[in-house]
Each structure stands twice: as structure tokens, then as C-alpha cells.
């Protein structure tokens, strides 16, 4: 059964910082762009970062440059989104979506996006 799992979300005051893993069972991430999106609440789901399958290339929402990163360990089947500097507007739902159309980050629309998480509550507050 092809599954995702999004973990690492919690609370945390402005300014710190959490690590969110995406974990992939039932497939190899090896061939596949994953990409990470986020919901508030009353707010649609937004693009806020994507990484190619060999980790070589990466994007970022103009939101979150300079303070999230990306990452995979395809030995470990999972991608990273680190988080610093957090803000209260980033207070939301998190998740990871695995795009199969192609090894980069070409997808021009969440719904292109083959196949999602859960998602995992990230509340920045003090």
C-alpha cells in the first residue's frame, strides 16, 4: 500500500525552528520530485517548497527563503523540510506530496501532484 507520512510538527515560540520527515512506504522516493504544501485555516493550500529526486535542485516559496530547507535520504526513503526562524504565519498544516511526472520539480499545480500525506499540525505561537 503506497503511504506518506508527514511527522516532526508540533508547537514552537517565533523565532524556533522544527524538522518535519516525510516518510514513504509501499514505493521508492528515488525517481519522484516530492514537494511540501501547507494549509491554514480558511486558506488554500500553498506551494512551500519542492525537492527533484536526486536532491540536486530545489524550490522555495518567496515566504519561506532564507529560513526552510529541503532535504532527502533516499537510503531512508524520506524527505525533510527544516523549518528556522519560525513566524506565526506559518502556523499550518503541513504536508508532502510525491509528484511522479518527472525527476524536477515541474509541476506547475498542487493537483498535479500524484499522491499525498496526512498531514502534521505546525502552530507557531508564543
Known amino acids: 500500500q503506497l503511504q506518506l507520512v508527514e511527522s516532526g510538527g508540533g508547537l514552537v515560540q517565533p523565532g524556533g525552528s522544527l524538522r518535519l520527515s516525510c516518510a514513504a512506504s509501499?514505493?521508492?522516493?528515488?525517481?519522484?520530485?516530492v514537494g511540501w504544501f501547507r494549509q491554514a485555516p480558511g486558506k488554500e493550500r500553498e506551494g512551500v517548497s519542492c525537492?527533484?529526486?536526486?536532491?540536486?535542485?530545489?524550490n522555495f516559496a518567496d515566504s519561506v527563503k532564507g529560513r526552510f530547507t529541503i532535504a532527502r535520504d533516499n537510503a531512508k526513503n524520506t524527505v525533510y523540510l527544516q523549518m528556522n526562524s519560525l513566524k506565526p504565519e506559518d502556523t499550518a498544516v503541513y504536508y508532502c506530496?510525491?509528484?511522479?511526472?518527472?525527476?524536477?520539480?515541474?509541476?506547475?499545480?498542487?493537483?498535479?501532484?500524484?499522491?499525498w500525506g496526512q498531514g502534521t499540525q505546525v502552530t507557531v505561537s508564543s
Open positions: 506530496a510525491v509528484f511522479v511526472g518527472s525527476y524536477y520539480c515541474t509541476a506547475q499545480h498542487l493537483n498535479e501532484y500524484d499522491y
Open positions: 509501499g514505493f521508492t522516493l528515488d525517481y519522484y520530485a
Open positions: 525537492i527533484s529526486s536526486t536532491g540536486g535542485s530545489t
